[in-house]
């Protein structure tokens, strides 16, 4: 049995999570697309946690309530702030057409209507914007990080049998340089593969 997985940019974290989720015996072939992988990031400290059936101390009961006080308030005044802003620019019929034009692809005029409009349906669902803040802060925060980082996610990946990784990369991208995402491959001795002229 054989799967073939692909990431792009801040997603690859997931497919490299969904690799090691597989049946060891699985072969994977895995391409990661301009990797947004050991970026710099705040590091938060996991073991702040209470430990299960430990009861709390009362400054863990404050703590704890100024938490979910702050969560809420990141809430009201945050997200819901940032989700409505999000949800009207993303919702402009020339956003994604600009966009692609200007940063994502290399060469303006292989941009149509048509990629416009694939890029614009999954952003008029309801709730995508919610799911885009969440993943931001989670990366920018180390929430829910891999033991060990990037780094040691993209190792563990490498040290499954039948396990195939390459990166590939636009020679334009404005957002993941090319030279961050060959960095990887000739860290780990992957297969880098370049896209000139393209973002």
Same mark, same amino acid.
């Given at each position: 049995?054989?799967?073939?997985l692909?990431?792009?940019s801040?997603g690859?974290?997931t497919?490299?999570?969904?690799a090691?989720?597989l ?10 697309v301009a990797?947004?992988?050991?970026l710099?990031?705040k590091t ?9 059936g ?5 400054r863990g ?11 809420a308030?990141r809430?009201i ?6 989700g409505?802003f ?8 020339n956003?994604?057409i600009?966009?692609?034009q ?6 303006? %005029?292989?941009?149509s ?5 694939r890029?614009?349906w *999954?952003?008029? #669902? @309801? =709730?995508?914007?919610?799911g ?7 990366r920018?925060?180390n929430?829910?990080?891999y033991?060990?980082?990037?780094a040691?996610?993209?190792s ?12 590939v990369?636009g020679g334009s ?7 961050? %995402?060959?960095?990887i ?8 593969? *370049?896209?000139p #002229? @393209? =973002?």
């Amino acid at each position: 049995k054989s799967v073939a997985l692909f990431g792009h940019s801040m997603g690859c974290t997931t497919t490299l999570r969904m690799a090691l989720e597989l049946p060891r015996n699985t072969r994977k072939f895995i391409v990661l697309v301009a990797p947004a992988l050991m970026l710099p990031s705040k590091t938060v400290n996991a073991n702040t946690a209470a430990s299960k059936g430990t009861p709390m101390h009362p400054r863990g009961r404050v703590r704890s309530f100024v938490d979910r006080l702050l969560a809420a308030g990141r809430q009201i005044f945050v997200d819901a702030p940032f989700g409505y802003f999000l949800r009207r620019v993303v919702g402009k019929p020339n956003f994604w057409i600009t966009s692609l034009q200007s940063v994502v692809w290399g060469n303006p %005029s292989d941009v149509s209507d048509a990629d416009g409009l694939r890029f614009q349906w *999954p952003a008029i #669902g @309801r =709730g995508w914007e919610t799911g885009l803040l969440a993943f931001t802060r989670s990366r920018l925060f180390n929430i829910d990080a891999y033991a060990g980082g990037d780094a040691a996610l993209l190792s563990d990946v490498l040290d499954l049998p039948d396990t195939k990784v390459i990166v590939v990369a636009g020679g334009s991208d404005k957002i993941i340089p090319p030279r961050a %995402s060959r960095g990887i491959a000739e860290r780990f001795f992957l297969r880098f593969v *370049p896209l000139p #002229g @393209r =973002g």
